[in-house]
């Protein structure tokens, strides 16, 4: 079978990390849960709601699906689609996300869902065999480097449907602007998600369905540059001088009191093998 | 741009010789056993096709839609019978005769022909008057396959479609190995989508079940003058023909079942 879609997964994951002063921890996101959080609710969720409009019209979802998300954050996909499925478990390991997802459950008086407080790398699949209707995961398989593995034990909990969300052009949202005037001409990551993912599935023999969605986030100027700080510290020792630039960077790029960012995403989904 | 990407060069070199062999005088010769195929097969592709944009609220009764080389109508006569217009691209006569006797027993009367090859079209004429223009089973005659595309994309004001089969083993490729044809293992849907994607498009698609249909005289004149494209039949090839016809026979129809993969994008 050729792998090629898979080695250059590995080789765009590795190219990362080696680009990273330390990869992403899990406390990492618990910081970045209030600012995640405000760019769901401030369009009430679209963007996941926009996910279940096309899986709902192609027969994947139905108000008696059981889905299990892979990497739920503030819950993205946990509120709208615990509005209009039977049930969600969400796979979680922030503290932060987790107390977002509670606190923006009991606001949608949402009470459908539980937690599954773990990195999906160490939940048991096996103990939940054939459990769920559909498996999701969004904007989450970029930070696994054995992606068939984890795809694989994405399609052994579902009885049903598998579904990735990736983005396109993954690096747009860091821009390059602000990049460039943190760390000059060092090369910006990639996080290999949209057409890479549909490539690996055509080689593992999947014939997958893509839809694709536009969408954005908006967030607060206080919360991107929290958002930044996080991100940039990964890659360059933050300083006074650097979160400046920062600051600057935001202020000069709000729109209406909002920080914008605009995203393609690719909505993949299959029907999940018997693993 | 004016380069050519590796997929693009992959993609020319791909389809270069076979396009040449593939000449309308080919497709004359092809126009009866083809049409057979898409009538017995109830134009099972272009069918599946119309429903899912029909579930995807593509269509509306008002389009104009092209067809790009469009054999006996496997596209345009299911398309026609759910929109205002269809121009179907078809440079071969005996292939347009079919299609337009096929519209004919439909009493289908909003189907008209532009009898020349795509590449050869004048599209300034064209430019943004059509609402879907629609490449199906036939973008390996293009070697300049993203020229072509862009000029598809400049008649079109709505969305381009490129449908191709999606390539999956079976017993032909051991009728092909044991005649000594040229195998041919390049999946060019998933070719076709990947130069589109260097180019910075990213269609939508989805990939689906089709069905052959044929009788037996249709399918053994299809793989006698697919062998004759590189050289004359000879008895030993005749037999396996027919040895191959027989394991494949259901109901007295030749039936093989398959993938065709669909790409679809909004022009902008």
Known sequence: ?275 | MNFLTDYEQDWAELCTNESKRCSPEYWNSRAEDYADFIVNSDFDHGRKILELFKKEGLINQDMHIMDIGSGPGAISIPFAEEVRAITAVEPADEMANQLLKQAALKSLSNISVIPHIWQEVYTGDLEKKIDMTICCHSVWHFPDLFTQIERMQQVSRGYCVLSHGVHTPDDSSQLIQKLGMPQDDEDRFILEKRILENRGIFPESSILPVKMRRTIGSARSMLILGLKKYREPEIQDLNLIEEHLMMNVKNGMYVREGKMGVLWWRVS
């Open chain 1, 1 to 275: 079978m050729n792998r090629s879609a898979v080695l250059k997964w590995e080789e765009m994951y590795d190219a990362r990390l080696s680009m990273m002063n330390r990869d992403y921890m899990v406390d990492d996101w618990s910081k970045r849960s209030d600012d995640y959080s405000e760019s769901r609710k401030t369009d009430n969720y679209r963007y996941g709601r926009s996910v279940h409009e096309i899986l709902f019209k192609n027969g994947v979802v139905s108000p008696k699906t059981r889905m299990i998300e892979v990497g739920s954050g503030p819950g993205t996909f946990v509120i709208p689609f615990a509005d209009k499925i039977s049930h969600v478990t969400a796979v979680e390991p922030a503290d932060g996300m987790k107390e977002r997802i509670r606190e923006n459950a009991k606001e949608a008086g949402l009470s459908n869902f539980d937690i599954l407080s773990s990195i999906w790398q160490e939940v048991d699949v096996d103990g939940l065999s054939k459990s769920f209707d559909l498996t999701i995961s969004s904007t989450v398989i970029w930070m696994f480097r054995d992606i068939v593995e984890q795809i694989r034990r994405m399609e052994k909990v579902s009885s049903g449907y598998c579904c990735l969300c990736a983005g396109i052009d993954s690096k747009a949202h860091t821009g390059d602007e602000l990049w460039n005037a943190l760390l000059g001409d060092k090369p910006r990551p990639t996080f290999p998600e949209y057409p890479l993912t549909y490539d690996i599935l055509y080689e593992e023999g999947i014939h997958p369905e893509v839809r694709i969605i536009e969408h954005e986030s908006r967030r607060s100027p206080e919360n991107i540059m929290k958002m930044h700080q996080v991100f940039y510290n990964l890659f360059t020792d933050m300083n006074p001088d650097k979160e400046e630039i920062i600051r600057d960077h935001v202020m000069n790029h709000l729109e209406k009191g909002q920080y914008i960012m605009r995203f393609k995403t690719a909505i993949i989904w299959w029907k999940a093998r018997d693993m």
